[in-house]
């Protein structure tokens, strides 16, 4: 009894210590109005240019990279997101260019988003190592609200990723995917189009899935 109180206790003084730690970043953000969670090994670079549009939650391990500079290389990024976003652990965004991430948005764990990649397909280029080559973006990543992305996604640059789509596990998106589609594989392709329901609320819950994104902190936070 006493060990499992004292594990509670333990429990809620280190959501604390999180949320603290995370509002001190969060105050160097570009913009920042809502409640912000950086789970532990969390990495942020370029605050000043990111802006959150609300509640944000992110797990631990994971990196956001707003980069304004590689090399000789300098660069003005853009990288916003939406109210009430969850990423869960080992996520990836990196951007040179313009990241956009709707409302609601639900991430697993391991997804990849970038808008750039090192040096393109030329002679010159691939005469240099893949480190030594510029940084080059191949355009804006936009998600629109209420997407899911599957464990283990890959979002290349340039593309659109339509509302209320869900892109199952270990796909790389590289094409635009339209609203209310299921997509699937390497590349990424659609095998089945959602009805739109236009008459219901915004939500992460679609036709025929449950919605199982819960408050992952509510538990703690109760403690």
Not at 158 to 167: E, K, L, Q
Not at 182 to 193: C, L, N, Q
């Amino acid at each position: 009894m006493i060990l499992a109180l004292g594990a509670r206790v333990a429990l809620a003084v280190s959501y604390r210590w999180r949320r603290l730690c995370s509002a001190l970043v969060a105050s160097r953000f570009g913009h920042a109005p809502g409640h912000v969670y950086l789970g532990k090994d969390c990495i942020v670079v370029g605050h000043r240019h990111i802006r959150l549009e609300g509640r944000f939650v992110a797990l631990a391990r994971n990196r956001i990279e707003a980069i304004d500079r590689h090399g000789s290389h300098r660069f003005t990024p853009r990288l916003q997101i939406g109210d009430n976003v969850s990423m869960e652990y080992d996520c990836h965004i990196g951007c040179v260019n313009e990241v956009s991430i709707g409302a609601r948005v639900l991430m697993a764990s391991r997804v990849y988003i970038s808008d750039h990649a090192h040096g393109g397909t030329t002679a010159q280029d691939l005469a240099l190592p893949p480190n030594a080559r510029p940084v080059v973006s191949k355009g804006p990543v936009i998600i629109e609200d209420d997407v899911w992305l599957g464990e283990g996604v890959a979002v290349m640059p340039g593309v659109r990723i339509g509302r209320a789509s869900v892109i199952g596990a270990n796909a790389v998106v590289t094409r635009d995917i339209p609203p209310f589609s299921v997509a699937v594989g390497a590349p990424a392709r659609v095998i089945k189009t959602l009805p739109a329901a236009s008459d219901a609320p915004p939500s992460l819950a679609l036709p025929g899935v449950p919605d199982t994104a819960p408050d992952i902190f509510k538990a703690v936070s109760e403690s």
